[in-house]
């Protein structure tokens, strides 16, 4: 199992504040998905470095400075923003001084979001807040795109429902931690034996050459007072390897002891304290009172996704004709099904099939063009008919 980080570092200067961060993106092959739910929800997520095991990968979709908190989706235009005439004229110039006031004001939503941020023991309420962030950085434009706050808050959803299904992710974090302890010490372990075996090599090469019959009588005479000087050296050498042998052995008992207590579920599997308060839910509904822009569970985040899904769609601004207008229309219809609007989820399912339809014919000799939209008619149709039975009962 390689022990290599499923991450590179990109720097980005922060637009608002100046300081230059580094922020992890997540490499190709990192982890594999196995299956999606029909609103698109990525399903049992398997990383291919078990210390990452109840990471969502969702946790570095923001880019979130550590020093004022200023938070992006993490994309190439991202970046690469300095070259954006557009960002740094129209969107910078009015969102940064909003975004420092808030910043400069105690107990902001944008200091108590940006503060709550721990990595290393809350990976996926992080990510639940570095989303609020990009939210609320968003919006903080006059022309903010309803388009990006309905796909924030549809993976704000995403990631309480990871955390609904999985056990606690500091649970998974230090199984995976020890197994990589014990692959690490299995490296040491071969390296010491690889070292023993090295220097069985090394003399059975002295014991060749010094019995040799090429070697004349009076080079062996001078040779002969180093073949004693060799084996007693590499006897010294196999000594001190032994001892080494025995540390080894020692690291991997503390390794054993260390997995019965970091690895016990005990009180680790219980939900700890977030930010003061009793847990990260009481956190969350603590901030609603300031900002309602907060959502406290997966229902309370689709609500949010369908308004400004919806809001976009009527709008027709970001949303391209064709499949994006497609997948648009029917993750209305399904997440409107999901928080029991079926009035909404039937008329968009409806219009996901018509329109769906409509572009397939028009487009019947390109397939390529045409897949994903043949995908969604599929779940439009299936989730359609899950919706006509629900409210038929």
Known sequence: MTTDSPFFLAKVECPVCKTINEFETVRMGAYVEEGRDSD???????????????????????????????????????KDWKADTNFRTYRLRTTKDKHLEQ????????????????????????????????????????????????????????????????????????????????????GINEAVRGTRDKVSEFLEAVRKEFDADTVTA?????????????????????????????????LRSVIE???????GLGDISTEPMFGGFGSFSEFLYDLKKVWDGVVTNEREALQKAVYFYRAAFTEGRGIAPGNQQIQASYLIAELSRRIGDFVTAREFFNSTIKHGQEFIYRNR???????????????AIEQGKSTMATTAV
Not at 220 to 246: C, I
Request: with cysteine; proline share 4%; charged share 25%.
């Open 257 to 263: 002891e260390f997995k019965t207590v970091g690895v």
């Open 365 to 379: 000799h390109d397939k390529t063009q045409t897949a994903l939209a043949r995908k969604i008619l599929e779940l």
């Open 40 to 78: 698109f929800c990525p399903r049992d997520i398997k990383w291919r470095y078990p210390k990452y095991d109840g990471y969502n990968p969702l946790v570095f979709f923001v880019a979130t400075c550590s020093n004022c908190f200023y938070s992006r989706e993490f994309t190439p235009a991202f």
């Open 218 to 250: 009076d080079l062996r005479g001078q040779m002969l007072p180093y073949q004693d000087r060799f084996f007693a050296e590499a006897d010294r050498l196999t000594g001190k390897l032994a001892t080494v042998e025995e540390q080894v052995g020692e």
């Open 103 to 186: 910043l400069s004001t105690a107990e902001s939503v944008v200091k108590r979001l940006g503060t709550g941020i721990e990595m290393g023991r809350f990976p996926n309420q992080s990510a639940i807040l570095k989303l609020h962030l990009a939210v609320f950085d968003e919006q903080l434009f006059e022309h903010h795109s309803k388009l990006d706050l309905g796909r924030f808050y549809l993976r704000i959803a995403w990631v309480f429902r990871s955390m609904g299904n999985s056990v606690n992710p500091q649970v998974s974090r230090m199984r995976g931690f020890t197994y990589e302890l014990e692959t690490r010490h299995d």
